[in-house]
């Protein structure tokens, strides 16, 4: 069974989903969001203008997505002992998506550097985040996506339970993994 669970806050909204094993043998999940922000938020700014916060200095590469799906040994140089990630559509053109695993952020921020202006969204509990945006399109949106499991990795066992960060559920067990995003 799948549960979610939207709530509006003060300052923007939580999602909570439940997932429960409601059979009788173990039952594997991953489990991500593809929450997407309108980027650039004010009239007369540009993508470029807008730049992602991370709550601590990372040095992360980003996993290179290709036809065959990710490749672990495949990666590039992304964040370097930084914390700001400025944007650019170029990422996306070249890559499709950042993917990151082994972050210490727990949350990370949307802002404007014009205005200041912007999200945050925190996601404890979810190994890997994601950034997207539809390549060689300039579109006006940034997702932000937790996952807890990843696309298909080049390698990997044909079972859902041999992926990377999937979660098993023994029978009656349940899990819930929640995303809050507050504007700034």
Not at 18 to 39: E, S
Not at 168 to 175: D, N, V
């Amino acid at each position: 069974r799948l549960t979610v669970r939207q709530q509006l806050t003060d300052t923007g909204f939580t999602t909570a989903v439940t997932v429960a094993n409601t059979g009788d043998k173990p039952m594997p999940f991953c489990l991500g969001a593809h929450t997407g922000f309108r980027c650039p938020l004010e009239e007369g700014e540009s993508f470029t203008d807008y730049e992602v916060l991370f709550d601590e200095k990372e040095t992360c590469p980003t996993l290179v997505p290709d036809a065959n799906g990710l490749d672990r040994n495949r990666t590039r140089p992304c964040l370097e002992n930084t914390d700001v990630l400025p944007l650019t559509y170029q990422y996306f053109d070249d890559m499709d998506t950042l993917v990151f695993q082994g972050l210490k952020s727990q949350s990370v921020r949307l802002r404007s550097k014009k205005s200041g202006k912007g999200v945050r969204m925190t996601f404890p509990g979810f190994p890997v985040l994601a950034l997207w945006s539809m390549p060689g399109k300039a579109a006006p949106y940034l997702c932000i996506e937790p996952w807890h499991g990843v696309p298909a990795v080049v390698d990997e066992g044909p079972e859902l339970s041999d992926k990377a960060f999937c979660i098993t559920l023994a029978p009656g067990e349940s899990r819930t993994l929640s995303y809050q995003v507050d504007t700034l």
